[in-house]
């Protein structure tokens, strides 16, 4: 088992930048695979991005590619993801999650654990 926890959220203006972090708990860290996912009010949870357990995949929404990086630092139990270039459809709950096992990236039932999510909202 694991425990996501978000942070890094907030309020900015379009053009601005942020950077999400999800600290994970336990041992094993290293042995899952790492996405992010997000909601806004009305909307189906959708996917944002992933990254494999040994980095050797590397996945992102065509709505953000060239804007949002995605990484992770394993010594450190922590996934991060890079927002630049925001926009207001940016605005959204993101959620990290975990898997150690799965034959998908992009849905949300391709994921076992969740955090409680950080709210990002980016004004015009």
Known sequence: QVQLVESGGGLVQAGGSLRLSCAASGRTFSSYDMGWFRQAPGKEREFV???GRKDGNILYADSVKGRFTISRDN???????QMNSLRPEDTAVYYCAARSLGRGWFARSDYDYWGQGTQVTVSS
Request: glycine letters at 0%; a positive charge.
């Open 75 to 81: 010594a450190k139990n922590t996934v991060y993801l």
């Open 49 to 51: 991005s992933a990254i």
